[in-house]
Nanobody, 121 residues
Framework: QLQASGGGLVQAGVSLRLSCAASGRTFSNYAMGWFRQAPGKEREFVAGISWNGRWTYYADSVKGRFTISRDNAKNTVYLQMNSLKPEDTAVYYC????????????????WGQGTQVTVSS
């Protein structure tokens, strides 16, 4: 199971850090990723991180503002979001990729419960 947390209502320009705690699996075997879905839009890939944290991948829309990281000892993956914009408003989900790579959004599954991020202008 994956449980995301840390969302909230914030003003544009501030930062938030999302967390996703994993249970019931060998966390370090999986790549992890963050996705988001805004109202009326399809779910989109935001960021991915390989099983060992060595490689990270980002959507162009968040590159330079968001940072994905993981702590395998805590079975947790994080998404540090800086310089938030209203267009970042969405429900954010974490997911696991059994290939361990994290570079291909089609391999992600085991979606956790999302956390709402709302950015006001």
């Amino acid at each position: 199971q994956l449980q995301a947390s840390g969302g909230g209502l914030v003003q544009a320009g501030v930062s938030l850090r999302l967390s996703c705690a994993a249970s019931g699996r060998t966390f370090s075997n999986y790549a992890m990723g963050w996705f988001r879905q805004a109202p009326g839009k399809e779910r989109e890939f935001v960021a991915g991180i390989s099983w060992n944290g060595r490689w990270t991948y980002y959507a162009d829309s968040v590159k330079g503002r968001f940072t994905i990281s993981r702590d395998n000892a805590k079975n947790t993956v994080y998404l540090q979001m800086n310089s938030l914009k209203p267009e970042d408003t969405a429900v954010y989900y974490c997911a696991a990729d059994p290939t361990g790579r994290g570079s291909d959004s089609t391999f992600f599954g085991s979606w956790g419960q999302g956390t709402q991020v709302t950015v006001s202008s």
